[in-house]
């Protein structure tokens, strides 16, 4: 069937290109870290793919329309608020081509592919572009709105002397962006020999099947799951690096009305003001298009099967079942220019969790508890040749546990993205690894336990800084229908030795001198279900494969374990009863951890928390 056969091609070429970008690129964060995305869109700027989200062609056509467009051609583009939403902070470049094909004898523009990642660094106040008390936009870099980087197959070498010039690390950023446009420029060619061998018209029809398939299986399959009516909730990020550590609101009211074309309504309504730091997010750009496609893959948890769920993919068949309504401008997620946006993870991530949250109310608990943020965290220095060097990661925590199983452990919620190899740290910066390992009882307690986080030690052989883009410090990844929260984010400098101490999660500089230990400590995910009906030998499971301690099944599980290992099943089963006796009459929905306690002045839950 040549759907099938479409569909399969633009499968294959976008894993093409990205596969070109990952072997031909420099920088660790694209290469090796793999945060980077690819995506195929059509001439009516939808989102054809659906393995993983991407940016927006909206803000280039915007700007060059298409009809001025000629074989050849890639534009670029990184500023945040002329990106329509697609750009969150300006270390993401994005590289735009379009596709030609042959319509009544003219070369006409018939798709579009793209690709954005997370580079080294495109200047600003620190290293690696991501200031972490910037008030300004204008502190984290240099701004490009969409620009024609090649023209016709020529290189806009001025331009790319600009970039490189306001870059801290110019051959890396020159390379990633030669590797990004010739994989797009190649993706286009593989693209346009589709149209070539069936035809302009007949995959056209077939790109109108698979976005209306989708949108046909989500109606059907996934919103039919939530009942109609209006459910809220909410969740924070606890600072923004300017401003003293509160709760930051994001708010979901989400309505569901099955009679209605557009079904279900995202409406942001009472979330918090536009913050001071960079943890802003502009998402009410190109009626919240980009969203839209960013928060759907959570409906998947709504499938009927584990199995089910895996199938799916998040295309712009989706968009045609939700309608965002945002608040009104200068909020977390309609911040005005300049306002800083580099964090925004600490929003956009967290509007994940909102939406499940959400989600878990309104179908008793069928959804998985709070999974892990994004984080980045990094060590920069000189080495010994003296040049400049900067180690960054993104190091993954533990996803939430489920209705039907534990959460994963130490997993990246930027899909393919991925910690870097011991071996290449090592061998291209002054540092040692000297310990990765699962953070012990860092997953949420629950009948189903949330995943671990990592627990990775860094030595520094010269002296550098320490750098650290992270939350959930405070609060923790929530559990939810009587799950606990997981364990919070934590950096300790020379752990066990004389100058040990805390750095704080947003840190742009921290010194370290030659022969330093630093721990990082990544997020566990929250638990669901109550813990004290986790099976015993499911626990003591745990304590073997090391992802909880003989005082955590304890504490956490009321499981008593005996020096040999083994459960002593009578204490178990008295501690269990005293465990649940003391329990408060009225317990909320949601376990938000005793940082929540800190951050509300002293109130364990908030109003949304109760069913």
């Not at 069937?1 to 294959?12: N, Q, S, W």
Request: with cysteine.
């Amino acid at each position: 069937m040549l759907v099938e056969i479409v569909a399969g091609t633009l499968a294959a070429i976008e894993k093409e290109v990205e596969t070109s970008i990952g072997r031909t690129s420099r920088s660790p964060m694209i290469r090796d870290a793999h945060d980077f995305r690819a995506g195929i869109h059509d001439r009516q700027l939808r989102k054809l793919t659906g393995r993983s989200y991407s940016a927006l062609v909206q803000p280039v056509v915007r700007d060059h329309p298409i009809d001025a467009m000629n074989p050849g051609d890639v534009f670029f583009h990184n500023d945040v608020y002329l990106s329509e939403g697609g750009i969150g902070h300006l270390p993401d470049l994005c590289v735009t081509v379009p596709v030609f094909a042959d319509v009544a004898g003219q070369p006409t523009v018939v798709a579009f592919i793209q690709a954005f990642g997370h580079h080294d660094d495109i200047g600003g106040a620190v290293p690696g572009s991501m200031p972490s008390a910037a008030t300004s936009v204008f502190e984290e870099g240099l701004m490009v709105p969409p620009i024609k980087l090649w023209d016709r197959g020529v290189r806009n070498d001025a331009a790319l002397t600009i970039m490189t010039r306001n870059s801290r690390m110019p051959d890396s950023l020159a390379a990633d962006l030669d590797a990004e446009c010739s994989a797009c420029l190649a993706g286009a060619r593989r693209l346009g020999e589709l149209f070539d061998r069936y035809g302009v018209a007949a995959v056209e029809a077939c790109f109108e099947s698979i976005l209306s398939s989708s949108t046909e299986v989500y109606r059907r399959e996934i919103l039919s799951q939530i009942p109609d009516g209006s459910y809220v909730w909410e969740d924070y990020a606890e600072h923004d690096g300017v401003d003293a550590p509160q709760l930051h609101r994001q708010r979901i009211t989400l309505t569901m009305d099955s009679t209605k074309d557009v079904p279900l309504v995202i409406d942001f309504t009472g979330t918090g003001p536009q913050a001071k730091g960079p943890i802003n997010h502009c998402g009410d750009y190109a009626d919240g298009n980009f969203l839209k496609k960013w928060l759907a893959p959570i409906l998947r948890n709504l499938a009927e099967s584990p199995e089910r769920m895996a199938q799916l993919d998040v295309n712009e068949g989706v968009v045609p079942l939700i309608e965002m309504r945002f608040p009104e401008k200068g909020t977390l997620l309609t911040p005005i220019f300049p306002a800083p946006t580099n964090a925004r993870t600490f929003v956009i991530l967290r509007l994940l969790g909102v939406l499940a949250g959400v989600l878990a109310k309104a179908t008793g608990g069928r959804m998985p508890a709070d999974q892990e943020t994004i984080r980045y965290t990094g060590v920069y220095g000189t080495d010994a040749n003296g040049e400049p060097y900067l180690m960054r990661e993104v190091l993954g925590g533990g996803s939430g546990g489920r209705y039907y199983a534990d959460g994963e452990d130490t997993i990246h919620v930027v899909p393919d993205s991925r910690n870097l190899p011991t071996e290449f740290t090592e061998s291209r910066f002054p540092l040692r690894i000297e310990r990765l390992a699962l953070a012990k009882d860092s997953g949420g307690p629950g009948r189903y336990r949330g995943g671990c986080g990592y627990e990775k030690d860094i030595r520094v052989l010269r002296d550098a800084h320490f750098m650290s883009i992270a939350d959930r410090s405070i609060l923790s990844c929530w559990g939810v229908k009587g799950g606990r929260a997981g364990r919070p984010f934590s950096i300790t400098v020379d752990p066990g030795g004389p100058d040990e101490h805390e750095v704080d999660a947003l840190a742009d500089a921290e010194p370290l001198k030659a022969g330093t230990v630093v721990r990082v400590r990544t997020t566990g995910g929250g638990g669901w279900g109550d813990p004290l009906d986790r099976p015993v030998d499911e626990v003591l499971r745990d304590i073997s494969w090391h992802k909880v301690s003989v005082t955590g099944a304890r504490d956490d599980y009321g499981v008593v374990v005996r020096d040999d290992g083994t459960a002593d099943e009578a204490a178990t089963a008295r501690l269990r009863e005293e465990l649940r006796a003391a329990r408060p009459e009225v317990q909320p929905f949601f376990d938000r951890g005793p940082g929540y306690a800190l951050l509300s002045g002293g109130a364990s839950h908030n109003e949304f928390d109760l069913l």
